[in-house]
């Protein structure tokens, strides 16, 4: 190899494949982050490349948003953590009040009208298989983007993928399914993608879980296979305040097919309307009423701060 080709197939510097140079040359403020102790620039947060969280996908996190400035459903977001932390015998570094204190400050320290809130705990850096030290504790803040508003408007696709995550039940940081899922969907124009069990029953999506309204009205969402999802959990109670029956169960292919509406709930998406999956057709083909009365119900509660 010449000179010349070392020199033209050199790695980039570590400062040019972050995301915040872009920010920097828009001359957008950078976020402070939380990383293993101490509050630094984005650009100033580091961890060791021997992390365990990098090199055997050993790590778990949360994210979540805020609204009105405030963390909502941290407490139920840190649940879930220190539960996952308990399942994978990972020992948290720090408690729960003290993670909810970094990520008020945080908050403060960043001032963004709304942010989306990430904590990721890995086994930290080590040479062996197993942890030798000290887990990482990350806790980053950055602006909130909403999802495109043209989603809760028309509806979007989704493609179904065998694919799945190992340990569904838990949010590890293996998203190595999702990533390779999300950019299939994206190639073959679905707007995203979902993972379905052998019979080829709908389980979760990549970053999300799904709902069905079948006729009745009743409501169906898979509970094995897939992440207690939080904002699940809040629509659920919120169709059954409404008198809505929520069944638990597969979401089968047959079911799809008698449809009338399908949506989708995630932290930072809310409620997104499913208007196709695959080549089938949910109902109409337009987001529908129910999915529409359960998102502004969610909304109201999550920017009120009102029991579910
Ligand atoms: C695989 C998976 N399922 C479901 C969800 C939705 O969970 P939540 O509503 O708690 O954000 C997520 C969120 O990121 C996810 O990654």
């Not at 709908?202 to 897939?226: D, H, K, Q, S, W």
């Amino acid at each position: 190899m010449s000179t010349n080709q070392v020199e033209n197939s050199r790695t980039p510097a570590f400062s040019e494949r972050q995301p915040w140079r872009t920010l920097k040359m828009t001359n957008k403020r950078l976020p402070f982050y939380f990383c293993n102790g101490a509050y630094l620039r984005a650009d100033h947060a580091t961890i060791s490349v021997g992390d365990l969280g990098l090199i055997r996908g050993f790590g778990l996190f949360e994210s979540l948003r805020t609204y009105g400035g405030k963390p909502f459903l941290l407490a139920e977001h840190l649940d879930r953590l220190f539960h996952a932390a308990k399942t994978v015998g990972l020992k948290p570094p720090m408690r729960r009040h003290g993670i909810a204190r970094v990520v008020r400050r945080l908050l403060k320290k960043n001032r963004f009208a709304e942010s989306l809130i990430r904590i990721v705990m890995t086994g930290g850096p080590s040479s062996a298989l197993l942890p030798l030290g000290p887990p990482t504790l990350i806790v980053m803040a950055d602006e909130f983007h909403p999802f495109p508003p043209w989603q809760y408007e028309k509806g979007i696709s989704l493609m179904t993928t065998p694919l799945a995550r190992i340990h569904p039940e838990i949010k590890s940081t293996v998203y190595f399914s999702a990533v390779v899922a999300a950019a299939q969907a994206g190639r073959r124009g679905f707007t995203e993608a979902v993972y379905v069990d052998r019979k080829g029953a709908l389980l979760e999506g990549t970053t999300y879980n799904v709902f069905a309204v079948l006729p009745g009205p009743r409501l169906i969402t898979p509970r094995e296979g897939v992440l207690p999802g939080i904002t699940a959990d809040c629509v659920i109670a919120l169709a059954r305040k409404s008198e809505l029956p929520v069944e638990r169960r597969p979401l089968s292919r047959s079911m799809l097919r008698r449809a009338r509406e399908m949506f989708i709930t995630s932290s930072n998406r809310e409620v997104i309307p499913v208007i196709r999956v695959d080549r089938v057709r949910i109902g109409d083909g337009i987001p529908g009423g129910v999915t529409q009365q359960l998102h502004a119900a969610y909304r109201a509660v999550a920017q009120n701060r009102l029991p579910p």
